[in-house]
């Protein structure tokens, strides 16, 4: 049996007992941060570009581009802007989008709260899967759809309530205008936009409210506390930072939101601050809006506008993350 | 001797006795009462009154009445619920309108031309039934699909980074997904014009705007996936690794598979979060009447430019054409959402 013989030769050396990964886990773990580090690389490749095509504009401007509310382009006769003359600012587009937002999230938040409130401890099983299941299909319904419904249908309730919101809220300063122009206002911009974030920040409320620690929550029950007394000393304490969180999120939304803002919102290149006049402005929908007849040097003026909408948006995103994050990290 | 025991009845003491709901039925009851009187005295009308006075004089009736069965923590109680079903309601209530309404206005433009036929030949006064919106569903299709092969790699294996090798870079990427998800979808038009377009073709193309949608799908791609992969249990990673796996059989063979149809889920849910994405493709796609299966020639239609084209002419015919391609968008939205929904389900049960 020559096979069975064991010649010290044929034993096999004990492999080598390594944690160093082998050559394939190494190809792995390449292509797979490769791939994760892609996000890193497109967010760069937009801060990049955007500051290159905007830096013209932004150095002509100066600060004067986010202070300044004239929009008036020069050309010479070759068609080149006329940097001496030619006025690029966009603090009236930068002051509507911030009231615009604004706006949406006083609306919107005291509603998502009370929706994840209604979701986290009132609702029965079938009914809160049902309603869960709603308004993550709201979520993904598209901005032309709310614009659309908010032109058609939503406004003429919209400016119903302004008028009412007029008449008895007229002495705040806000509440109050001159001309009786109530259609396209940044109020109606602002209902729009709250029913758009209405989903995010509801999705967000609730994620934190389901955080809160059981044996608190059994606590105040078994110490005689009513529903609301053991929302109002367990879960409230617990989740406000969270609630504020997933508010900017909602406010970084409604910053950026382009189409459905254009439709309903009659922009208007001043600044506004009476929320139920019919003029106002939002940066991405100015974008749109000049984006049509720009020509070559107007649209180095409108990267430069996407890139401070990409910057403000980017920071008050990050920054809601951030406190979303602590107060889920908190725990027990 | 046999006693026969009598097993007692399960009861449900905590649900509502007939005579609780006789009570909370006369509340709702009074208070439609007090809405309507108070709507026919006062000077108040409209919905709206109807809707105020009805909720505070039902809260009203429910603090009094909860007073007196049980005090005034108990009435605060009643409050506090009334408050919060409203909440409920008005969040709902616009979902349910935009459905009623886009159905209502929508259906009245569907037809088989709709599907047929495009509006290379159509001017914007012509009845409803010349034309149709075969090049938009081309174009959305085309844009969308090309967007998906270039966004499922990269979201997918942003996941994989995040739950499987945990990195250094794994927080820092983390952070920079949900700063991607912030992104305004005009930024990301303006960014493919500013590196592609421009620098590039010059031209617009249907493979610019689904570039764009690439950038926007990203994200929501990625987080899902995370959220699947982190339901794997652990067991089965070890049980991969313990046969003498490497990390890429154990993921490739193990955790992927396992989390296969979670991982659809998410793409569907990129897709419903793109195909309705209209400020980008108005910047990028140029938007054309014909029918253009070459997204790197020309310019190409797509379901939300047509609408957006349709409710920008005005006349009443594209109007009642932008409500019917919003009925079919929203169809679209819809069939990939309960197919995302009904694949997680799937996966729970199993």
Sequence with gaps: MTLLENKPADIPAPREITTKPRVSDKIFRGVVTAGGLSSLVILGFILIFLAYQGYDVLKAQGFGFITGSAWNVFTDESGNIDYTQTKFGIAAMLIGTILCATIAVVIAVPIS??????????????????????????????????????????????????KLLHKYLGFLPFFDMQVPVYTRSPFIAGVVLAIMIIPIVTSISREIFGQTPLDRIQAAYALGATRWSMIKAVVIPYGRSGVVGGAMLGLGRAMGETVAVYTVLNIVYQINWQVLLGAGGNVASMILLKFGEAGTGEIKALMAAGLVLFLLTLVVNSIADLIVKSTGAKGR | MSTVIATPKPGKPWTATPQQRLITASIYLGAVLVSFTLVAITPMKGKLAYFVVFFFSSLLIDFILSYIQRGMASAKDAIARGFVSVGMTLAVLPIF???????????????????????????????????????AITGTIIMVAMALIVAMPIGILTAIYLTEIRGKFAAPIKFLVQAMSGVPSIVAGLFILSAYVYPITGALSGFAGSLALMILMIPTIARTSEEVLLLIPNDLREAGVALGGTQWRTVALVVVPAAKSGLVTALILGIARVAGETAPLVL??????????????????????????????????SIARAWSGILVLLVIVLALFISARFLSERKVAK
């Design chain 2, 284 to 317: 990028l796609t140029g938007g054309g009447e014909k029918v253009n299966l070459n997204p790197f020639d020309g310019p190409m239609g797509s379901l939300p430019i047509y609408i957006w084209k349709c409710f920008g002419q005005g006349t009443e015919e």
């Design chain 1, 113 to 162: 709260v009370l929706t994840a409130l209604y979701l986290s401890f009132y609702a029965p099983a079938t009914v809160k899967k049902f309603m869960i299941a709603i308004i993550d299909l709201m979520a993904a319904f598209p901005s032309v759809l709310f614009g659309i419904w908010g032109f058609f249908v939503l406004m003429p309730s919209a400016e119903y309530w302004a």
């Design chain 2, 97 to 135: 309108s935009i459905l009623f309404e886009v159905v209502k206005r929508g259906y009245k433009g569907l037809n088989i031309n709709l599907f047929t036929k495009d509006m290379s030949l159509t001017s914007v006064n012509d009845p409803i039934g010349n034309g149709g919106l075969i090049h």
